[in-house]
């Protein structure tokens, strides 16, 4: 079992920039790939980055490549999301996901095996 809390969220203005942290429990965390999801109100929930356990393999979303980054300390078991120049339609619930289905970095919500509980990110215009 993995136990994911996201934390980092809030409210800020366009162009600004956030970074999410999302700490796991569990002695596997190393193993596993992990995931972003957001989901904003009305809308289904889309994928934004993945990185696989040795971080050496990222993957990203089209309409945040180049604006945000994941990575991940295993050290720590905390997997990170940098987001810089942060717009409007970023604003959504942030989720993170760990899986230990697969070897890549996914960019599929159903290679998901544990959520965490998410952390809202607001962007003001």
């Known amino acids: 079992q993995v136990q994911l809390v996201e934390s980092g969220g809030g409210l800020v203005q366009a162009g600004g920039s956030l970074r999410l942290s999302c700490a796991a429990s569990?002695?596997?965390?190393?193993?596993?790939?992990m995931g972003w999801f957001r989901q904003a109100p009305g809308k289904e929930r889309e994928f934004v980055a993945a990185i696989t356990w040795s971080g050496g393999s990222t993957n990203y979303a089209d309409s945040i490549k180049g604006r945000f980054t994941i990575s991940r300390d295993n050290a720590k078991k905390t997997v990170y999301l940098q987001m810089n120049t942060l717009k409007p339609e970023d604003t959504a619930i942030y989720y993170c996901?760990?899986?230990?289905?697969?070897?890549?970095?996914?960019?599929?919500?159903?290679?998901?095996?544990?959520w965490g509980q998410g952390t809202q990110v607001t962007v003001s215009s």
């Open positions: 569990g002695r596997t965390f190393s193993t596993y790939v």
């Open positions: 996901a760990a899986s230990g289905s697969v070897s890549y970095p996914s960019g599929s919500y159903r290679s998901y095996d544990f």
